[in-house]
């Protein structure tokens, strides 16, 4: 039986809660359920996880979630975006800001995949960038809808649009 792993969602505001997260092992084969056909997520790379990070669009659609690890930035969500983070096992805490900072940790198993929101929420002066832990089963009902992020907002720690990749295979 797989082992369920936690998420604490924190936000610097002050304000804390906790979310248990069931990572979601990716799918191996597309699915169309009507609306178009889902995404694919490959499984991750030997020995690491991964996490996919989307934003299925809704409020703030100009603003980007610019999402950081440890001060560094990972890649920003555009509306109607997604990309995939492979991790090595361990606690992950990433960031998103505008006015203010919202903060997700995670504990990352090996080969096990994880699913993150970004929602972009009112603020005083702008929107507000959320992060919360998400399923393989809320992913897949926005992701005929979502594109892999453009290749200026892939840092170099995001795995490449896997797409594309499978396109060059075949």
């Given at each position: 039986m797989k082992k369920l792993m936690g998420a604490a969602l924190l936000a610097v505001a002050g304000m804390a809660g906790t979310a248990q997260v069931a990572p979601a092992i990716a799918k191996e084969t597309k699915a169309d359920d009507g609306k178009g056909t889902k995404k694919v997520i490959p499984t991750p790379p030997d020995g690491k996880g991964q996490i996919v990070f989307y934003r299925p669009g809704g409020m703030g659609f100009a603003l980007g979630c610019g999402v950081n690890e440890n001060g560094e930035r990972l890649s920003a969500l555009g509306a109607g975006k997604y990309f995939i983070l492979p991790v090595d096992p361990g606690s992950h805490s990433?960031?998103?800001?505008?006015?203010?900072?919202?903060?997700?940790?995670?504990?990352?198993?090996?080969?096990?995949?994880?699913?993150?929101?970004?929602?972009?929420?009112?603020?005083?002066?702008v929107g507000r960038p959320n992060i919360a832990p998400s399923t393989q089963e809320e992913f897949d009902k926005d992701s005929h809808k979502l594109k892999y992020v453009d290749g200026d907002d892939v840092g170099p720690k995001v795995l490449p649009n896997p797409d594309v990749e499978a396109a060059k295979t075949e």
């Amino acid at each position: 039986m797989k082992k369920l792993m936690g998420a604490a969602l924190l936000a610097v505001a002050g304000m804390a809660g906790t979310a248990q997260v069931a990572p979601a092992i990716a799918k191996e084969t597309k699915a169309d359920d009507g609306k178009g056909t889902k995404k694919v997520i490959p499984t991750p790379p030997d020995g690491k996880g991964q996490i996919v990070f989307y934003r299925p669009g809704g409020m703030g659609f100009a603003l980007g979630c610019g999402v950081n690890e440890n001060g560094e930035r990972l890649s920003a969500l555009g509306a109607g975006k997604y990309f995939i983070l492979p991790v090595d096992p361990g606690s992950h805490s990433y960031t998103v800001k505008s006015e203010a900072t919202d903060l997700l940790t995670l504990e990352v198993e090996p080969g096990e995949t994880y699913y993150v929101k970004c929602k972009i929420k009112m603020g005083i002066m702008v929107g507000r960038p959320n992060i919360a832990p998400s399923t393989q089963e809320e992913f897949d009902k926005d992701s005929h809808k979502l594109k892999y992020v453009d290749g200026d907002d892939v840092g170099p720690k995001v795995l490449p649009n896997p797409d594309v990749e499978a396109a060059k295979t075949e």
